[in-house]
């Protein structure tokens, strides 16, 4: 069952997801070479408790850490380890948060230090793929539009979309109705409504689409060992067209990065 969210829960929702934008644009400036994981993961989990929230994923499903940390060939669902960063890798950082009750879920894949111009590829078409995901997700479309549009962007270019691992609904619990694949056909599945709030979060491979998972329960590796990108926002429905609750905006602002991808989604500019 889709949970419609009024105008003022929609708002609530935004501050916690920018809760966790403002701890992906702390972390950005920490992400490089020699730094371990677990460090990362402490200067998360202190920063949200610093803006009166609580880390959403720390115990969520007996999940031990406040971040997913996955490098390189790992999808998603990464523990914080400590065996440092180094030059050349990536590291998906995703990241969840709760204040007022409501979850904020958001993630960004870094590079670390200067990266394979062909990763680079891998990360800058992922990206993309998720506002082409987004743009999709208005009032009257279907669950299967905006997986069509992720599949579609990214398999022209030649890349894995996974199957198994999917966004989601997104409110008081992390997870709720309807599940958001990243592929699909157009207008099959659930039809989008007037105050659903979603993550809508791509996960591409620059192989194989095919993953495994490892005996720890979690970690989700490509079957091929090649890399894999992730990017995440959390999306509500605010008159009929789509509009960001997170942001990437401080991840840019610490990486000196110049950006209009969001300006479509917004009713008003980030503040910094």
């Known amino acids: 069952m889709i949970i419609v969210k009024t105008r003022e829960e929609i708002e609530l929702m935004r501050e916690s997801a920018l809760i966790v934008s403002k701890t992906l644009g ?17 200067l998360a989990e202190d920063f949200i408790r610093e803006q009166a929230a609580i ?14 940390m996955s490098p390189n060939s790992q999808v998603v669902h990464g523990f914080p380890t400590n065996e440092p960063l180094q030059e050349g890798d990536i590291i998906s950082i995703d990241c969840g948060a709760i204040k007022n009750n409501y979850y904020g879920d958001h993630a960004y894949t870094f590079a670390v230090g200067e990266i ?28 299967g539009d905006v997986g069509y549009a992720i599949q579609k ?47 809508i979060e791509p ?20 079957l091929d060992n090649k890399p894999s990108a992730h990017f995440e926002h959390d999306v509500a429905i605010v008159d009929g067209k789509p509009e960001l609750l ?8 610490a990486l000196g990065i110049v950006s209009d991808e969001e300006d479509a989604f917004r009713r008003e500019p980030i503040v910094l």
């Not at 880390?55 to 997913?68: A, E, K, M, S």
């Not at 997170?246 to 602002?253: I, P, R």
């Open 116 to 143: 394979d111009p062909e990763i680079q590829t891998l990360l800058d078409v992922t990206k993309q793929s998720l506002y082409e995901g987004i743009r999709e997700f208005k009032v009257g479309n279907r669950v």
């Open 153 to 199: 962007y990214c398999e022209d270019r030649g890349y894995g979309v996974v199957r198994e691992l999917v966004g989601h609904g997104i409110g008081r619990k992390m997870h709720e109705d309807p599940e958001m694949p990243n592929y699909g056909k157009r207008g099959r599945g659930k039809k989008f409504i007037e105050g659903q709030v979603v993550a």
């Open 26 to 42: 702390m972390l950005a400036k920490e992400v490089k070479p020699g730094v371990t994981t677990l460090q990362l993961d402490k």
């Open 203 to 222: 996960m591409i491979n620059m192989g194989t689409h095919r993953i495994k998972q490892h005996r720890d329960g979690w970690t989700i590796t490509t």
């Open 246 to 253: 997170s942001t990437f905006a401080y991840v840019y602002d």
């Open 55 to 68: 880390p959403g994923f720390l115990g969520l499903y007996d999940f031990p850490n406040t971040l997913c």
